[in-house]
C-alpha cells in the first residue's frame, strides 16, 4: 500500500503562489502515476495535475495550464504542484494521488489519496 500525505496549503490573497508536496510512503511509488485533485464544497473532485512515473510527462486541466507545475522526486519519494498566480476560483480541498492514467494522461483513476490539504485564496 502506499501512504501519501500533503502539506503546504494555506490563505493568500489572489495573485500570490503556494508550493504543495505530497510525501509518499510505500515501495511502488517511483513506478506509479500521481496526480493532483482538487474539490470545492458542492463541487465535485476534478483533476487538475498529472505527471508519469519519470517525470517527463506532464498534464494541466484547461483551468490551471500555465499557472500551476507539477513535478516529482523519486529519490525524496515527494511529488509537488507550484500553483502560481492564484485565483479565489482555486480554492479547494487538494489531494495528491496515485494510481493510473487513461487516455493517455487525460483521466486518472486513483488507486490511493491523500487526506488533502487546504488552499484558500481571498478576493
Known amino acids: 500500500q502506499v501512504q501519501l500525505v500533503e502539506s503546504g496549503g494555506g490563505l493568500v490573497q489572489a495573485g500570490d503562489s503556494l508550493r504543495l508536496s505530497c510525501a509518499a510512503s510505500?515501495?511502488?511509488?517511483?513506478?506509479?502515476?500521481t496526480g493532483w485533485f482538487r474539490q470545492a464544497p458542492g463541487k465535485e473532485r476534478d483533476y487538475v495535475a498529472g505527471i508519469s512515473w519519470n517525470g517527463v510527462l506532464t498534464y494541466y486541466a484547461d483551468s490551471v495550464k500555465g499557472r500551476f507545475a507539477i513535478s516529482r522526486d523519486n529519490a525524496k519519494s515527494t511529488v509537488y504542484l507550484q500553483m502560481n498566480s492564484l485565483k479565489p476560483e482555486d480554492t479547494a480541498m487538494y489531494y495528491c494521488a496515485t494510481g493510473r492514467f487513461l487516455r493517455g494522461m487525460e483521466e486518472m483513476r486513483p488507486d490511493y489519496w491523500g487526506q488533502g490539504t487546504q488552499v484558500t485564496v481571498s478576493s
Open positions: 510505500g515501495r511502488t511509488f517511483s513506478s506509479a502515476a
